[in-house]
């Protein structure tokens, strides 16, 4: 069946270090990737998506590229801020656009 | 506008209590979801509703009863729950289910059961 593997957290970073969140998946047919971030005491926000391979999506300086050779979607950014602590998704939607999570990666960035 | 809102941000209740959640969109969307989300994992999917017509109750316990009055607000009523049902239930949207489509969530309603 469907499923998405995340790198397990916590990752703690320092203001302006460089982020990569791994995520791989196992998907039948041509599924659509997602990311999505969770601030404390909040629910999901869609941060980027990418609907077929080897397409990027980007938003607020993350990136993610979807790479059907490797079923990766590795979110990353450049110069991550402290505002960016927070939970991420990966997700995988397939037919009857049922969503497969995975496991949710914490990220704090201390100053 | 992407907005989809929740009602009551917090809710506490006893095991012998009813009580509704209730989730609004108004950005045309035809199918809306319940997840239930635990402390530190991510959202479980609890039901969907495809026009208006319940498409997948992921075998829910009964003391779970979902409701689409209209295409624009969803309601979970809520009886007789036990202490393990405290969570945090995210109401979603999109714009089917026939196709692939960003899901758009609620805040949340942070639910404790005593």
């Known amino acids: 069946g469907d499923s998405v593997t995340q790198m397990e957290g916590p990752v703690t970073l320092s203001e302006e270090a460089f982020l990569t969140i791994n995520c791989t998946y196992t998907?039948?047919?041509?599924?659509?990737l997602f990311w999505y971030v969770q601030y404390p005491g909040e629910g999901l926000q869609l941060l980027l998506k990418?609907?077929?391979?080897?397409d990027k999506g980007s938003n607020k300086g993350f990136e993610a590229t979807y790479r059907k050779e490797t079923t990766s979607f590795h979110l990353e950014k450049g110069s991550v801020q402290v505002s960016d602590s927070a939970v991420y998704f990966c997700a995988l939607g397939n037919t009857g656009n049922q969503f497969y999570f995975g496991t949710g990666t914490s990220l704090t960035v201390i100053p | 506008d992407t907005e989809v809102t929740q009602t009551p941000k917090h809710l506490v209740m006893g095991m012998t209590n009813k009580k509704s959640l209730k989730c609004e969109q108004h950005m045309g969307h035809r199918a809306m979801y319940w997840y239930k989300q635990k402390a530190k994992k991510p959202p479980e999917l609890m039901f969907v509703?495809?026009?208006?017509?319940?498409?997948i109750n992921e075998s829910v316990p009964s003391r779970f009863s979902p409701e689409c009055p209209n295409s624009s607000l969803l309601n979970l009523h809520l009886h007789a729950l036990q202490p393990e049902d405290s969570a945090l239930y995210l109401c979603?949207?999109?714009?089917?289910?026939?196709?692939?489509?960003?899901?758009?969530f609620g805040p949340g309603t942070r639910l404790t059961v005593t």
């Open positions: 509703y495809s026009y208006e017509k319940l498409s």
């Open positions: 998907a039948t047919g041509y599924p659509s």
């Open positions: 979603a949207s999109s714009q089917t289910t026939s196709g692939i489509y960003e899901q758009y």
């Open positions: 990418a609907t077929k391979a080897d």
